[in-house]
Nanobody, 124 residues
């Protein structure tokens, strides 16, 4: 069973930064496409970012482009999301996800494994 464990969430003021981490307990980590999604209260889960197996291809939602950076460390089985210039509308539970197939996609239904989420709250 593949397990994903997010960490790094918390409370931050608008304009601040946070770095989320997601540790994946699978020795085939380097073969997964990895993504970050978020879900705010009363809203549907939405795509934030994804990174390819090679780490050279990325995708970002328009709402975070230029502010968030996704990266992966295959030696540590970990994917990161650096979040800068945070806004109150970034407040949500953030989930990491892993996809067996190699294509970078934004559809949550295309991901096979999910973490439990970490809360990010941005105060104004």
């Amino acid at each position: 069973q593949v397990q994903l464990v997010e960490s790094g969430g918390g409370l931050v003021q608008a304009g601040g930064s946070l770095k989320l981490s997601c540790a994946v307990s699978d020795r085939t980590f380097r073969s997964y496409t990895l993504g970050w999604f978020r879900q705010a209260p009363g809203k549907e889960r939405e795509f934030v970012s994804a990174i390819s197996v090679s780490g050279r291809n990325f995708n970002y939602s328009d709402s975070v482009k230029g502010r968030f950076t996704i990266s992966r460390d295959n030696a540590k089985n970990t994917v990161y999301l650096q979040m800068n210039s945070l806004k109150p509308e970034d407040t949500a539970v953030y989930f990491c996800a892993a996809r067996i197939l190699s294509r970078v996609v934004t559809d949550a239904t295309e991901y096979d494994y999910w973490g439990q989420g970490t809360q990010v709250t941005v105060s104004s």
